[in-house]
């Protein structure tokens, strides 16, 4: 199967590029904007793999990025949550319209399916009751959760109007190995970094917010099942299925790592939803339990990649 993943370069295209790999049948493509991007990737020597530097943008030439494949995997965005709502217009024209130029291409080459990976937090907003389902009314309060779910929404068209088949995955908070610590996102593999140095952790707001925390090959897992799978449904949620506040990370983090650390409550943003997490009866009811691993057992996991790997300096 050929397959490409667009913005394959980050957390999780580089997890979903190395699960992918492991098939014999796959032939895998890595779209990103810049040769760099790939060092990680590149050192990990996987089999059938390539690489392609091409911007996520509306000049693109997303014809030649997609021709000859049979499935495309969407994982490009050029904003985040907290960071969204700045510049709302040029967000909107860097996502959605720029999306849609891709799902045209997606028409022309005859993709055979378009696997979007959304969010399983910014598209439902404050409005839902916990744990939420994907039947549940959106009310994003973040540009990103307006261009996530706008690109749910085009899929369904390209669907209705050129039979595209797609998937989408509403994915919750993702951590594990090859997720930078010093990023924007990633709650968890960026508190586990600051356990393994210097021990401080910046807490926006009281530590109260609730998320659904998943461990990285849980989510690959889930996804390549969705993404393969039959079913009448074509939008998945998938997390662990229960919230976990940001001071019961910590905690955690105290009991399996490092009972020293010194956390400091700053400020709340306000993009950032109180309480979210996912119903995920729908994903079992058509791929089976999902047998997630722990959060003490993902925290250890995450610490300990970073420990074998140079992130972490002795």
């Not at 709502?85 to 130029?101: D, F, M, R, S, Y």
């Not at 508190?191 to 401080?200: N, Q």
């Not at 969705?226 to 955690?252: H, P, Y």
Request: with cysteine.
């Amino acid at each position: 199967m050929n397959i490409t993943i667009v913005g394959g370069a980050g957390f999780i295209g580089t997890n979903l590029a190395i699960h992918l790999s492991q098939k014999k049948e796959n032939k895998i493509t890595l779209i990103d904007r810049g040769e760099s991007y790939f060092n990680t990737l590149r050192s990990l020597k996987l089999p059938r793999v390539d690489f392609k530097v091409a911007p996520f943008s509306i000049d693109a030439d997303f014809d030649s990025q997609v021709k000859d494949q049979d499935v495309v995997y969407h994982l490009a965005s050029t904003v985040i949550p907290g960071t969204s709502n700045q510049n709302i217009p040029l967000e909107l024209e860097a996502n959605i319209i720029v999306t849609a130029k891709l799902l045209d291409a997606c028409v022309r080459q005859n993709v055979k399916k378009v696997i979007f990976i959304s969010s399983g937090g910014a598209v439902y907003g404050k409005k839902g009751t916990c744990p939420i389902t994907e039947d549940t009314v959106t009310y994003p309060i973040s540009s990103y959760g307006i261009q996530k779910i706008t690109i749910e929404k085009l899929l369904y068209l390209y669907r209705y109007q050129h039979n595209l088949d797609y998937r989408v995955v509403r994915l919750s908070n993702p951590y594990g190995p090859y997720q930078r610590p010093n990023g924007k996102l990633g709650v968890i593999t960026t508190f586990v970094y600051k356990a393994l140095t210097d021990g401080k952790l910046d807490v926006y707001g009281d530590g109260s917010v609730i998320r659904d925390f998943i461990y990285i090959e849980d989510a690959i897992k889930g996804i390549e099942r969705i993404a393969d799978g039959e079913s009448r449904f074509r939008t998945f949620n998938l997390g662990c299925g229960k919230g976990t506040s940001i001071n019961e990370v910590i905690t955690a983090i105290k009991e399996t790592i490092r009972d020293d650390l010194t956390v400091n409550y700053i400020s709340a943003r306000d993009a950032d939803v109180p309480v979210n997490y996912l119903n995920i009866s729908r994903y079992e009811n058509n791929y089976g339990k999902l047998e997630s691993v722990g959060l003490r057992e993902g925290i250890k996991r995450t610490a300990e990649f970073m420990k074998k790997s140079d992130m972490i300096k002795e």
